[in-house]
């Protein structure tokens, strides 16, 4: 039986932007897709075009400087890249909702929380009579598990803890009942306590209502935690890309290999932990070739060019001319601890 399309494909996204020091190549040739009730997230340190791969899916990149220079965006098949402002206006909170970075900033200050979520309702549900939408605001308060709900409702954004913003923030999102949640970052702003809580308040909705999720996050925890598939960038590209599992016990990309070994384990005990010498380079002036082979101790001849995506199986895809050397070296010294 073949699978069903996916709810939403990008293709050769390409997002640029013209700047003073030149051309920044934002998003420079990413695809990957998501189906319906799965989540996918989308990992890389900041500067590696994480947040502007969200953006550029609703077509809130600023233009100029912004530009789209190729690719297609096909939610439920349509190629939705270029749709006129009304059917943008449309999609954006509906079908497509989005929960940004830092909610203290994405709530206005002036208007209660009962306004912001009703108006959102009105804009996209106008089968809600105008006496209804207050009831609907509560309940939208009450599914992600907003304490004391009805007082909530003529309070202000000041009044609130951030992880309760965030909270408020994701109940704004799904009350429009979105086929797709775009989540930047949507637990950097809250405690560990508060993240776990957020963490399974998603997982439980998107149970609920076979929602997929576009993860965007740097946190590998919050990735293991969430996703069944992940995208690894790195300047502006896709460098890997596999089912969650695959990647956790299995990378392949050097970036990828960096990246887990940055992180702390409970059954070593380091002095140090690891890092990645370097950082992203700028969007103006990326390495030809490997965009990593500066930062890799792998770098090879062949690192100066770029190396395609491949299929190594499995649903695992890498883009690197020495994956093959890394995973045999990688098996002998797990073999010899």
């Not at 897709?33 to 990992?43: F, N």
């Not at 939705?80 to 929960?99: F, Q, S, T, V, Y």
């Not at 605001?137 to 409702?153: F, I, N």
């Not at 895809?317 to 050397?325: F, L, N, Q, S």
Request: charged residues 25%; contains cysteine; aromatic residues 6%.
């Amino acid at each position: 039986m073949a699978e069903p399309p996916p709810l939403l494909a990008v293709d050769n996204l390409r997002t640029y932007f013209d700047t003073e020091a030149g051309v920044a190549r934002a998003v420079d040739g990413v695809s990957f897709s998501i189906s319906a009730g799965k989540t996918l997230a989308v990992v890389g340190e900041s500067g590696c075009g994480k947040t502007v791969t969200a953006l550029s899916i609703l077509q809130l990149v600023p233009m100029p400087p912004g530009r789209f220079e190729s690719g297609e965006i096909r939610f439920q098949g349509k190629n939705i890249l270029g749709l006129p402002p009304k059917e943008l206006r449309k999609l954006r909170g509906g079908d497509i909702a989005m929960i940004f970075q830092e909610p203290a900033t994405s709530l206005n200050p002036v208007f209660t929380i009962g306004f912001q979520v009703g108006e959102a309702i009105q804009l996209h549900r106008p089968e809600v009579p105008r006496h209804k939408v207050r009831e609907e605001v509560l309940k939208a308060l009450k599914s992600v598990q907003v304490s004391d709900p009805e007082r909530r409702l003529d309070q202000y954004p000041h009044e609130m803890s951030g992880g309760m913003k965030q909270r408020i923030m994701i109940a704004m999102a799904l009350a429009c009942k979105p086929q797709l949640l775009i989540a930047d970052e949507p637990t950097t702003a809250v405690d560990v306590t508060i993240q776990a809580r957020i963490l399974d308040l998603l997982r439980d909705i998107q149970a609920e209502h076979h929602m997929a999720i576009l993860l965007i996050t740097h946190d590998l925890g919050v990735v293991a935690e969430l996703a069944d598939d992940v995208v690894v960038m790195y300047a502006g590209k896709v460098i890997e890309q596999a089912p969650v599992n695959e990647l956790f016990s299995n990378p392949r990309h050097p970036y990828t290999l960096g990246l887990f070994a940055s992180l702390p384990r409970v059954d070593e005990t380091k002095s140090r932990l690891e890092t990645i010498e370097g950082s992203v380079p700028p969007a103006t002036h990326f390495p030809e070739g490997c965009r990593f082979r500066e930062r890799c101790k792998w770098a090879g001849p062949e690192c100066v060019k770029e190396p395609p995506l491949l299929q190594i199986g499995g649903g695992h895809t890498v883009a690197c001319w020495y994956h093959e050397t890394i995973a045999s070296q990688r098996s002998v010294s797990s073999g010899a601890k």
